[in-house]
């Protein structure tokens, strides 16, 4: 199976939040990308969660204590279960994020590449998308 992720993964594995109208459970941030991310939970707390609703989801992370926090409103879940496996993977799509998260998050992805020659190109592509969401 080849990856069709037009954008660089970088791991992260920080804890954060993802929460659906008044729910909240705690996740692992995996991976970012300028266009997504990849959290880790546990089945008992994704029960805690709709898998069929059309509100949008929140997940909030900070890279370490010092960073910024940066959240994330996601438009859909890709749930990815493997037996062999304790947690739960979730591919999500953002759809949307405040200007400041979108600097916290273009820093933090430029800061922990593995690639020194990420290209620039690709970092703005990141801002082009979330103004064209903009309302």
């Known amino acids: ?65 010092d960073s910024p926090l940066i959240t994330l409103y996601i438009e859909q879940l890709y749930r990815h279960s493997d037996s062999r496996k304790s947690k739960v993977s979730l591919g999500c799509k953002v759809s949307q994020m405040d200007i400041n998260c979108v600097s916290a998050l273009r820093r933090l992805i430029s800061l922990n590449s593995p690639d020194d020659s990420i290209d620039e190109k690709d970092l703005n592509a990141l801002v082009n998308a979330v103004y064209e969401h903009a309302n």
Do not use: C, W
């Not at 993964?9 to 459970?25: F, M, T, W």
């Not at 707390?45 to 609703?53: A, G, N, Q, R």
């Open 1 to 65: 199976m080849t990856d069709k992720r037009q954008f660089q993964r970088v791991a992260l594995n920080v804890p954060g939040k993802l929460a659906h109208n008044d729910s909240e459970i705690d996740v692992i941030v995996h991976d970012v990308s300028l266009q997504g991310i990849k959290l880790l939970a546990s089945e008992t707390e994704l029960v805690k969660l709709p898998f069929d609703s059309h509100d949008p989801y929140v997940a909030n992370f900070r890279a370490n204590e």
